[in-house]
């Protein structure tokens, strides 16, 4: 699970910089409402722990990465969703 959520935390990071660069360059403007770009990750725990707040004993420790992540879904920059296995070739 440390791998699905490096992969989520370095993706997020850059669609940051992808926004900043368009909008830099005047292709993408600033628009009043943000709408969230959808992540699908394949791994449920993954999704399941940037979605939920709650903690158990299970995740007790919690990174930096969580924490970054779950403040980019409460800027509504990205949503986050479960996909499963044997959809993600369609």
């Known amino acids: 699970m440390e791998a ?7 993706l ?5 910089y992808l926004v900043d ?3 830099f360059v005047g292709i993408h403007k600033q628009m009043p409402t943000i709408i969230p770009t959808h992540i699908y990750c394949d791994n ?4 399941d722990l940037c979605n939920i707040i709650k903690h158990s004993h299970k ?3 919690i990174n930096m990465r ?6 980019m879904m409460k800027k509504e920059f990205v949503l986050i969703k479960s996909v499963r296995i044997f959809l993600q070739n369609l």
């Open 21 to 23: 660069l368009l909008t």
């Open 12 to 16: 997020i990071l850059e669609l940051i």
């Open 59 to 61: 995740t007790k420790v």
């Open 66 to 71: 969580i924490h970054f992540i779950r403040d």
């Open 44 to 47: 449920k725990n993954a999704v």
């Open 4 to 10: 699905e959520k490096k992969a989520l935390n370095q």
